[in-house]
């Protein structure tokens, strides 16, 4: 292959994943959601709750990305906030997966982590991840408040979870580049709201 075709399969990459976020930017009902996520992280760290996150893969690569971004900082030097991937304890997590199931990994740390009030976002991009799907049902019933990052249908979750955010395409790595963009909107706006007066400038 020529450098000319690499350069076009480069900008057509490009190119693609501009056109996703250019569809999300167009999208007033998933604008709006993105909105009433943050707004609902606000709330809960202002009541001194935790929210945790889930996922496979790059998905889990992308929970454990915000969960740092809120627990650590974002722009600014400022107090640090609860949030926590489920899947960073490989222990553990090995363990559950060999004495019960890999489905059930999340649900079961959930089991013993989510309390009332607290926020579950799940990021899976088919929306029909087993183990994302038995966590955000098994929050749902605790008293979580549920979010799911996902592909255009939302698959399962679409009926599981209070706040779908449905990215609108159906290529995976244009999702997941889609979800650190929402996620990243996410971190700023919660930092922003809780930390304006204190921020540095």
Do not use: W
């Given at each position: 292959m020529s450098?000319?075709?690499?350069?076009?399969?480069?900008?057509?990459t490009i190119k693609a994943s501009i056109?996703?976020?250019?569809?999300?930017?167009?999208?007033?009902?998933?604008?709006?959601?993105?909105?009433?996520?943050?707004?609902?992280m606000v709330e809960c760290f202002k009541q001194d709750q935790?929210?945790?996150?889930?996922?496979?893969?790059?998905?889990?690569?992308?929970?454990?990305?915000?969960?740092?971004?809120?627990?650590?900082?974002?722009?600014?030097?400022?107090?640090?906030?609860?949030?926590?991937?489920?899947?960073?304890?490989?222990?553990?997590?090995?363990?559950?997966?060999?004495d019960y199931s890999f489905e059930d990994v999340?649900?079961?740390?959930?089991?013993?982590?989510?309390?009332?009030?607290?926020?579950?976002?799940?990021?899976?991009t088919s929306g029909n991840s087993e183990n994302i799907v038995r966590a955000l049902k098994t929050g749902k019933e605790q008293g979580m408040f549920t979010i799911a990052l996902t592909g255009n249908t939302g698959g399962r979750l679409s009926e599981i979870v209070e706040l779908l955010i449905n990215v609108p395409d159906n290529d995976t790595p244009r999702i997941q580049e889609a979800h650190g963009l929402i996620g990243h909107i996410l971190c700023q706006w919660v930092e922003e709201v809780l930390f304006s007066n204190k921020a540095d400038n």
């Open positions: 450098f000319n075709q690499y350069l076009m399969d480069i900008k057509q056109n996703t976020k250019e569809k999300l930017f167009h999208d007033e009902v998933l604008l709006e959601k993105i909105e009433m996520a943050a707004q609902k935790k929210v945790l996150l889930c996922g496979n893969g790059g998905s889990a690569a992308d929970a454990q990305h915000i969960a740092a971004e809120l627990s650590g900082k974002f722009y600014h030097d400022r107090e640090p906030l609860y949030a926590e991937a489920l899947h960073v304890n490989t222990s553990y997590l090995t363990a559950v997966a060999n999340y649900a079961r740390m959930l089991k013993a982590a989510g309390r009332k009030g607290d926020i579950l976002i799940g990021f899976s």
